[in-house]
């Protein structure tokens, strides 16, 4: 049976997240909804996530299908 665990990347990346999504809202000001570009910036930061965790799952796998 193959063992799949999380690697630091993973975690370093989730950890980034969930720092986002707690302390993202903590620099917007109380009264005023965030600017436009706040949207576009979370969704290329999420876009970037997601491509490099794509990337760091198919270097795992090449590496235990290899080895």
Request: hydrophobic residues 55%; negative net charge.
């Amino acid at each position: 049976m193959e063992d799949f665990s999380f690697g630091i990347g993973s975690i370093t990346m989730m950890l980034l997240v969930v720092a986002l999504l707690f302390l993202g809202p903590l620099g917007m000001p109380p009264v005023q909804p965030p600017p436009a570009y706040i949207g576009l910036v979370f969704a290329f930061v999420l876009i970037a996530i997601y491509v490099y965790l794509s990337h760091a799952s198919k270097c795992v796998m090449s590496t235990i299908s290899s080895g």
